[in-house]
């Protein structure tokens, strides 16, 4: 959740929106800003100091979507098991 919400607070260019589900077995983590660059995931290399943080949401994430909004910005969505 943390990494969602400063990726979207460094640079959405706005604030943001958070909203949490919590469905039994899984927590739904949404977050809206009002940019519609979506985030680079790639995979960092050993040596960089930056740039995990998605790669690491979207690898422990059940499910990992971003889909535009109606006013031009997005919405990153994270799926995650919830024991």
Do not use: W, Y
């Not at 995979?43 to 960089?48: A, G, I, Q």
């Not at 995990?52 to 109606?70: C, N, Q, T």
């Amino acid at each position: 959740m943390s990494e969602l919400v400063t990726n979207a607070t460094r640079h959405g260019r706005s604030g943001c929106r958070l909203r949490l589900h919590v469905d039994p077995g899984r927590v739904t983590v949404e977050v809206e800003d009002a940019s519609p660059i979506h985030p680079r995931v790639c995979s960092p290399l050993e040596s960089d100091e930056s740039g995990r943080g998605i790669f690491m949401v979207r690898e422990l994430s059940r499910h990992f979507a971003v889909r535009g909004g109606p006013g031009g910005g997005k919405t990153v969505q994270a799926v995650l098991a919830a024991s």
